[in-house]
């Protein structure tokens, strides 16, 4: 077919010619055009919506592709993609508009994430749903980029809630079912749960082998199979017991090719899906790799050195060895893997505790001394305002999980948290078993009363069942808390809220305007929120008491059977 140059020959053609004309690659479509010619022909095909929509989407994919190939600029797609779009369309085209302007992310992100934001709101599920999915990588990528460790969790929780979004709207949505399984292995490895790795990969690639077989795409999608390969060779490279290599050359040999593969150019000029992969590798040689390489090979420097001294290494491998040897005597990073190593190991011991209080507690340590570390093991183990919220948050999740409590009555699901409280070494009273007349207990009861070694008191907990916003019941409990802590305690009174609600996401912001417009005996200063788990809700509140700042904490626990 002869090259098509401008709007007029290719109206000329027929419906079958302008579908097959999109089949040449980008260097070679309309190859005899001029940048411009090749922008305004594509920017009419694509802006008629007259034109056939499955010819307009093909124009989409050959605009990017030539962005790609750099026949045309990012600047290009996006003033066709965004400049000079004219708003909501057909739901092929617009799918496609919105899947390829993640390609052109890194040109101008906010605007970019505006038009997915704005997919979210689209009449068609699958537009919604390609919205969602693009949310999720941005965030995804931004994770992998994150200095923080903190930030990077924040970052992957938000992608998982988008990929989670994504596959609501499509129940087949495969690719987003695979991002949300990355996105909770990164969070597993942050938080130091390392023995995860092997059954990831099995399901990553059955969800790939499902990709394949319910795509009609020509083969696997590139970035899907990108990022299963990095984790795969990660998880052999951590399978190398450097000490039982007989021939070290091949064991180098291996090891470079394993690291090449994580880092696999495949991808890597792909426009923003090659800036995501980097992104991962990256992510995964600094967070992983680094680490391993200065704990396996710190006493094996001279073998290093033997290796490097052969004459006609390829370049590639003296920069492979060069890093390894430079990072096997990496004394600060020797330093830093000893304090990510009993991190670990508090975090198997103390499941209950939070990632975030186990690292504000670490960050205490300066000498790395067995003292520092013992001091820090203790200061966990002791019950605090600190621990206590965590081991509440871990005694509502442990009777979230016993379908027996799902129809229980309010006393006997305050018992079963006084009962795990007790069990976590805490001096519990349990109100709920103490004088209940048949009618349950009197209006000046609370319903646990925990108290420090001192006997004095420690923690108030108010608890109540709501299936909506009872606001007259509310109010009941949110003053009784308040008459019966007649000290003051600073930091560790709670609502318990056990809901029965169809939407707990409906309720919890019901009850959290609730609670910012109510008068309390103390003034309410501030509340802030905090989202765990999206079983379990807990908000903050700040009341000054006497010029002293003191915490009232609600935590929502969603208890229906079955509940959206």
Known sequence: ???????????????????????ATGDDFAASASTT????????????????????????????????????????????????????????????????????????????????????SHPEAEVRSEGSYRIGLTHL???LQAKEESEAVGQLQEAKSAFVASHSEIENRIDAQFFLLVCDYLVQLLNGHS??????????????????????AKG????????????????????????????????????????????????MKRLNDGALHAAFATFL??????????????????????????????PELVSFLTELKNLAGDEDLKKKIEVTSFREKLIKALPARSTELINAELAKVK??????????????????????????VWACIVLQKDRMYVTASENDRNTQIANLLEGRGYRVKDQTLRGITSGGKSAGELDIFVENGDGLPFSLIEALILNSLNKAYISLHLDKIFSYD???????????????????????????????????????????????????????????????????????????????
Request: hydrophobic share 40%; glycine share 4%.
């Open 195 to 216: 023995d995860i790795a092997a059954p990831t990969l099995a399901k990553l690639g059955q969800i790939i082998f499902e990709f394949e077989a319910f795509s009609f």
């Open 37 to 120: 010619e090749l922008y305004n022909l594509l920017k009419t095909i694509i802006l008629d919506r007259d034109e056939n929509s499955y010819v307009r989407k093909r124009a989409i994919e050959t605009l990017t592709e030539s962005v790609f190939v750099d026949r045309l600029k990012p600047r290009h797609g996006l003033s066709v993609l965004m400049d000079e779009w004219g708003g909501p369309d057909e739901t092929f085209v617009e799918v496609q508009r919105v899947k390829d302007l993640f390609l052109l992310y890194e040109s101008v992100e906010s605007e970019v994430e505006a038009v997915f934001l704005s997919a979210l």
């Open 285 to 314: 040689s600094e967070r992983v790799l680094h680490p391993y390489y200065a704990k396996s090979f710190s006493s094996e420097i001279s073998r290093i050195d033997a290796r490097l001294a052969e004459q006609g290494l390829p």
């Open 220 to 267: 696997p999608a590139p970035l899907l199979v990108g990022f299963h390969r990095a984790l795969d060779s990660l998880q052999r490279i951590r399978w190398e017991d450097v000490s039982n290599w007989l021939d070290y050359r091949a064991g180098f040999d291996r090891l470079h090719f394993l690291v090449n593969e994580i880092q696999s150019a495949e991808l």
């Open 141 to 143: 990528q931004r994770a």
């Open 1 to 23: 077919m002869a090259s098509v140059t401008n709007i007029e020959q290719f109206r000329e053609l027929d419906l079958g010619d302008r579908t097959n004309i999109f089949d």
């Open 367 to 392: 000498d790395q001394s067995p003292h520092e570390y013992m001091e820090v093991f203790e200061r966990l183990s002791v019950p605090s305002p600190s621990t206590f919220l965590d081991d509440l």
């Open 486 to 564: 007649t000290v003051g305690i600073r930091d560790n009174n709670f609502i318990l809220v056990y809901s029965e609600s169809k939407n707990l996401d409906s309720l919890w912001t019901k009850y959290v305007e609730f609670v910012k417009g109510y008068e309390f005996p103390f003034p309410l200063v501030s509340v802030a929120e905090k989202a765990l788990y999206a079983g379990l809700r807990i908000a903050r509140g700040i009341h000054n008491r006497n010029g002293l700042e003191v915490a009232l904490s609600h935590i929502m626990v969603n208890l229906r059977p079955n509940s959206d």
